[in-house]
């Protein structure tokens, strides 16, 4: 008992150390400890107490990762609610995991690499479309294992970085237990890998570029009285004055997601605001806005020139309890926070792009529109679709000072080397940040505040193993993950 109990207290340090690869601590290679003492915790005790392991490994991991989602509610249980959701994939992984790594190295790694991969795919695409916060992979941004993004994609990213992190852990069980030699040669492969990821090339240049003027609004500072969701849209027409004011030329301007959240279609104020700007600047103007109709709402993003409408992208995957209700009537029964998203936002249609002519040429770019910058698909089917470069609007306005827009910035990063793509985010109030293909940041705003620059971003068509390929990865990872199951529950069998 005493012994179980130290087991589970070690999974739950694990999972706290899984946060800290992450922002705001952000050392990703505390992932690979991280796993691995799950790994250990787990190793050779029964299925069900690898789901409690697990489970609560995953509690400690995601409750402050997006303790940010109680700041935007304003209230514990949607919080908790959904760290509890996910922390059971984990169980899933951790129970797994108890079984599989009793076997021998090679198909010990392999299976439970897939394992996690797999349910990390499931989880992040349901149920509801799923939740892809916490993927392995963002944490790698900043370690060498990024350079693989391109070859791998994101779930071949976090397979690696599970793989190695379960040679760590059979390698100081041998070290122990077995053989200090072949321990030893375990622990040491995983930085060789490392090591050799350093060898993988990611290239930046392109024969086209576009001089990018990116704005941040920044806080409502009350010099304004026609109303909220208005003075948003002000604050950016200040900043983008001073930002032309300084002369820099310019193919086009991007403000964020909801930068207007009245729909400047349908707004007079709103709508002179955008034509005024877009009129001053004699470039093409890139904001979000909203569009109301009968049944719901549309996240739109759209394209102005010369003060008019010439494209639109409406968010295709909005996010579930943030941006819409899912069984509104049942989940009505336990809290009054589904009240707070009083119309539901309707899902658009992809690709995520817009054309942009500029100088007389047409660019496709990838605007997929803030949390969508998370999701495998909705990114890939934009470059798919022809996206040069990836333009990410987002809205940070709701989590307060918190992670969530630097977490954010990392997942564009990662999506920047995943794709060879350069990639603008740009914020209302967190974060905004300019990142090459490589996934090198060049410029990053502060967060909370008004903010603004001009960057010379790439444009690139080639297309990545990632961008060809990424879909078949991870139905791969979904298969091997079912083998890991079935495998687990036949050695379950075995030892009864």
């Known amino acids: 008992m005493l012994t179980r109990l130290l087991l589970l207290l070690g999974s739950a340090a694990g999972g706290t150390l899984m946060w800290a690869a992450f922002d705001p601590v952000d050392i990703g290679f505390l992932a690979f400890p991280a796993l691995a003492i799950l790994a250990l915790c787990v190793k050779n005790q029964p299925m069900w107490f690898g789901f409690m392991a697990g489970t609560l490994w995953g509690l400690a991991f995601f409750l402050p990762l997006v303790e940010w989602t109680w ?17 059971l994939f984990i169980g899933v992984v951790g129970a797994i995991w108890s079984r599989v790594l009793t076997l021998k190295v090679v198909p010990a790694v392999l299976l439970g690499g897939f394992a996690y991969a797999g349910v990390e795919v499931i989880r992040t695409n349901w149920p509801f479309n799923g939740f892809p916060w916490g993927m392995v992979a963002f944490s790698q941004v900043d370690t060498p294992l990024l350079r693989s993004a391109p070859y791998l994609a994101a ?4 397979l ?4 190695l992190s379960l040679l760590l852990a059979l390698g100081i069980y041998q070290l122990f237990f077995e053989s200090r030699i072949g321990g030893l040669a375990l622990i040491l492969s995983g930085p060789l890998v490392i090591a050799l990821c350093l060898t993988l090339s ?20 009350g010099k304004h009285n026609e109303g909220r969701a208005l003075n948003v849209t002000l604050r950016h027409e200040e900043e983008t004055m001073r930002l032309l004011e300084q002369g820099p030329e310019l193919d086009l301007i991007v403000w964020p997601e909801s930068a207007s959240d009245r729909d400047v279609r349908q707004t007079p104020q709103a709508q002179e605001i955008v034509e005024r700007v877009s009129t001053e600047a004699g470039v093409p103007l890139l904001l979000g806005t909203q569009e109301y109709v009968d049944d719901g709402r549309y996240n739109d993003y759209t394209v102005w020139v010369d003060g008019e409408l010439i494209d639109t992208y409406s ?4 996010v579930p309890f943030g941006e819409y209700i899912p069984l509104r009537d049942f989940f009505s029964n336990f809290t009054d926070a589904v009240d707070q998203v009083s119309t539901d936002m309707l899902p658009g249609e992809g690709p995520a792009t817009v054309t942009v002519p ?4 047409e660019h496709v770019l990838a605007v997929p529109i803030c949390f969508e910058i998370a999701v495998d698909d909705v990114v890939r089917d934009a470059v798919m679709a022809g996206g040069t470069a990836l333009i990410v609007p987002v809205n940070s306005a709701s989590f307060g000072d918190s992670a969530e827009s630097r977490q954010q910035m990392a997942q564009t990063q990662f999506r920047a080397a995943e ?19 490589n ?22 068509t080639d297309l990545t193993s990632a961008a060809t390929n990424g879909s078949i990865y991870r139905v791969g990872a979904i298969l091997g993950a079912l083998l890991s199951l079935v495998w687990a529950f036949a050695l379950r069998k075995e030892r009864s």
């Open 315 to 318: 968010k295709s995957r909005p």
């Open 202 to 221: 990611l290239p930046v240049r392109a024969e086209e570029t576009l001089r990018v003027g990116w704005v941040q609004g920044g806080p409502d500072v």
């Open 439 to 460: 996934g090198t940041v060049t410029d990053m705003s502060n967060n909370g505040e008004a903010a603004s620059g001009v960057a010379t971003i790439p444009l690139r």
């Open 358 to 361: 500029v100088a007389g040429v």
């Open 419 to 437: 794709f060879s793509r350069a990639a603008l985010q740009v914020s209302t109030i967190g974060v905004s940040g300019v990142v090459m293909p």
């Open 155 to 158: 779930v071949g990213v976090t």
């Open 160 to 163: 690696l970085t599970v793989m």
């Open 71 to 87: 700041t935007a509610v304003g209230e514990p249980l949607p919080w908790l609610a959904l760290c509890v959701s996910q922390a």
